[in-house]
């Protein structure tokens, strides 16, 4: 099974300020890493595919990086709306067993 | 525009089977090759990846569920469901139905339903 890392588990950013969030697989993955965000009650929304594409609708801000084994999910000015908990989920497995990160918690400093 | 739709019992008894329907509205689930998925997530806890079925039927289970678990598509009802055997309280989470790359998404979940709580308990 693929293992994947999230650091770190809380983050603490004013808003306006740039946030930097990474993920770590214990194996390969490629670029078949994807980020979602998600706020109390709702389901995860897509951000980023392919390690780097964003998602339909989603704003500029929200950018990713990486291949191989570490990730990143960059958000360049914090808007009250992006305070959420954001999850990374690989999806290189064949036979697929998709697996995710245990999330960070982006919250207001 | 597709959306997803989760439906079922939200109280198991253990040792019962969980049965659930994801209802595809604004689209065919036929139609196109994609992938559909059930994830659940345990209250305060992380997503963890259950199973998925190709509109041709075919399936796609994580191991560790492997032995319980059943997903099934009804393309007439445009539906496909998740049946989870021996279920214990460990199986108490949200259940969430999800499409893999419908909307552009490549291979990661780019629709996903409300999601609905399942409670295990006697």
């Known amino acids: 099974e693929i293992v994947m890392t999230q650091s770190p588990a809380t983050l603490s950013v004013s808003p306006g300020e740039r946030a930097t969030l990474s993920c770590r697989a214990s194996q390969s993955v490629s670029s078949n890493l994807a980020w979602y965000q998600q706020k109390p009650g709702q389901a995860p929304r897509l951000l980023i595919y392919g390690a780097s594409t964003r998602a339909t609708g989603i704003p500029a801000r929200f950018s990713g990086s990486g291949s191989g084994t570490e990730f990143t999910l960059t958000i360049s000015s914090l808007q009250s709306e992006d305070f959420a908990v954001y999850y990374c989920?690989?999806?290189?497995?064949?036979?697929?067993?998709?697996?995710f990160g245990q999330g960070t918690k982006l919250e207001i400093k | 525009q597709v959306q997803l739709q989760e439906s079922g019992p939200g109280l198991v008894k253990p040792s019962q089977t969980l049965s659930l329907t994801c209802t595809v509205s604004?689209?065919?689930?036929?139609?196109?090759?994609?992938?559909w998925s059930w994830i659940r997530q345990p209250a305060g806890k992380g997503l963890e990846w259950i199973g998925r079925i190709y509109t041709s039927g075919s399936t796609n289970y994580n191991p560790s569920l492997k032995s319980r678990v059943t997903i099934s598509v009804d393309t007439s009802k445009n539906q496909f469901s998740l049946k989870l055997s021996s279920v214990t309280a460990a199986d108490t989470a949200v259940y969430y139905c999800?499409?893999?790359?419908?909307?552009?998404?490549?291979?990661?979940?780019?629709?996903w339903g409300q999601g609905t709580m399942v409670t295990v308990s006697s």
């Open positions: 989920q690989q999806y290189n497995n064949w036979p697929p067993k998709y697996t």
């Open positions: 604004g689209g065919s689930i036929s139609s196109g090759s994609y992938y």
């Open positions: 999800a499409v893999d790359g419908y909307n552009g998404g490549g291979d990661a979940f780019d629709i």
